[in-house]
């Protein structure tokens, strides 16, 4: 399975008899499956994925994959998705290809030639589309304003999956300067590129160009990439080594978070024992940007859930997936405010967060953290 599945063609139940889906990233379609026992995940950083097959860890027999039709030269694009799937391409014993029109032609680790292809049909679909501007709330966009705010001009951006993300693009319009070196663009990039405030000049990792291991959004942003030489997808070997990451001065990673509780514990994948999505590259992100020269590791959630529950917690969820220790987290943002954990112990972290929790919870993770740790300040 690709990283983020996006349609029921595996996990469709009246198939459990015929395939049984290792998942290394669970999309909605994923988790039903992944609950009942149909199919299951395998817990890896984004960026060491490809050694699963580059190592025979996963044995290959077929990959399928979805490209643009091939150039004069005969050359096909792995289009919008790069990441794990070029590594896949390296090690599959037969290729099966789907030539779509609808796939953009994109730069960079894409290529891969038609004569390398065991089997192909041509078969033209629209690509799945993802809006994040349809789901954004007033809380997103504070904590969007808030980010901003932490990020220098000249600085280099890693921006994950998300509102929060897309809601951070927004309040960059006044910003000189910026790169992007990162493992997922969006449709929020496209107006800053096209404003000259993302010139791609300052970073170290591929100067003047916008680096990602795979796109995601909408037509506009499918079209924008097309065919253009100042975007490059690369494997997400490359895309997601720390070694890479801190190269970048002032490198700024941007990651949200299901919840952190007061020591600095940081859930992203599981809701307790339920899983939810996966690591993803967010450790890698950070410790590049904790490394590089004035860098930025930023996680952003939302104070508390639509059904009013605390995400900044006493203690995680019984079950839950510690995604990035607590060693790992720097800023926190919510609407609330920012914190820097760096450097702080344990009372000063859970005064920190207290203060930038929600109002309604705050006394309750007071009482809470009292009990805990005997005193803050």
Same mark, same amino acid.
């Given at each position: ?10 996990? +469709?139940?009246?198939?459990?008899? @015929?395939?049984? !889906? ?7 379609? =994923? $988790?039903? /499956? ?36 091939? +150039?004069?030269?005969?050359?096909? @694009?792995?289009? !919008? ?7 896949? =391409? $390296?090690? /599959? ?45 007033? !809380? ?238």
């Amino acid at each position: 399975m690709g990283i983020l599945p996006l349609d029921n063609t595996f996990t +469709d139940p009246k198939f459990k008899d @015929s395939f049984f !889906v290792n998942s290394l990233f669970a999309s909605a379609y =994923v $988790r039903p /499956a992944i609950a009942n026992g149909t199919a299951s995940y395998i817990p890896t950083f984004l960026g060491e994925m490809p050694r699963l097959f580059d190592q025979n860890i996963l044995s290959l027999d077929a990959v399928l994959v979805q490209v643009s039709p091939p +150039d004069r030269h005969g050359y096909c @694009s792995l289009g !919008v998705s790069v990441e794990v799937t070029k590594s896949a =391409v $390296r090690n /599959a014993k037969t290729i099966i290809a789907q030539i779509n029109r609808h796939m953009p032609r994109v730069h960079g680790d894409t290529f891969l030639h038609i004569n390398d292809i065991h089997a192909y049909v041509e078969h033209d679909e629209p690509l799945i589309e993802v809006d994040y501007s349809q789901e954004v709330t007033d !809380v997103e966009r504070q904590i969007g304003r808030r980010v901003a705010e932490l990020i220098d001009d000249r600085s280099t951006l890693q921006m994950g999956v998300g509102t929060v993300p897309d809601c951070v693009l927004k309040c960059l319009e006044n910003h000189k300067d910026l790169s992007i070196a990162s493992e997922m663009i969006s449709d929020g990039v496209v107006p800053l590129i096209q404003k000259g405030v993302i010139t791609n000049r300052y970073k170290k990792f591929h100067p003047g160009k916008t680096t990602s291991t795979f796109i995601m959004g909408t037509r506009k942003l499918y079209d924008f990439v097309d065919d253009n030489p100042n975007i490059c997808l690369l494997d997400v070997a490359i895309t997601n080594d720390p070694a890479q990451i801190r190269q970048n001065t002032k490198m700024c990673s941007i990651n949200a978070a299901i919840e952190i509780d007061l020591t600095g514990q940081v859930c992203s994948e599981s809701l307790g024992t339920m899983h939810y999505s996966g690591v993803g590259g967010q450790v890698d992100f950070l410790r590049g940007a904790a490394l590089s020269h004035e860098g930025k590791p930023i996680l952003a959630l939302p104070s508390q859930t639509t059904k009013g529950i605390s995400r900044i917690v006493n203690t995680l969820k019984e079950g839950a997936g510690v995604t990035t220790t607590r060693a790992h987290v720097h800023y926190v943002v919510t609407e609330y405010g920012v914190t820097n954990l760096f450097g702080k112990n344990y009372q000063q972290r859970a005064k920190a967060l207290i203060d930038i929790a929600h109002p309604n919870h705050r006394e309750t993770l007071e009482r809470a953290a009292y009990q805990r740790f005997k005193n803050l300040y």
